[in-house]
């Protein structure tokens, strides 16, 4: 049986109040973890635009956007 069959198994079990609170908790893991790739995609981008920021590139600074 692989974790989330255990996981179904043992809630099911469990009385509507305790279940709630399982399902609550689950839903917070998906939520932190959610927001840990927010966390992890935004530093990727700052380390990337780092690169971008050099003195070779002032040119570009005054460059009107499109």
């Not at 099911?12 to 839903?27: H, N, S, W």
Request: charged share 25%.
């Amino acid at each position: 049986m692989n974790i989330p069959e255990l996981v179904y198994e043992s809630v099911k079990k469990l009385p509507v109040p305790a279940a709630r609170e399982v399902l609550d908790f689950a839903l917070f893991l998906a939520q932190r973890e959610a927001r840990q790739e927010d966390q992890d995609f935004m530093l990727a981008q700052q380390s990337a635009l780092g690169d971008w920021d050099n003195a070779a590139d002032e040119v570009w600074n005054d460059v009107p956007a499109a």
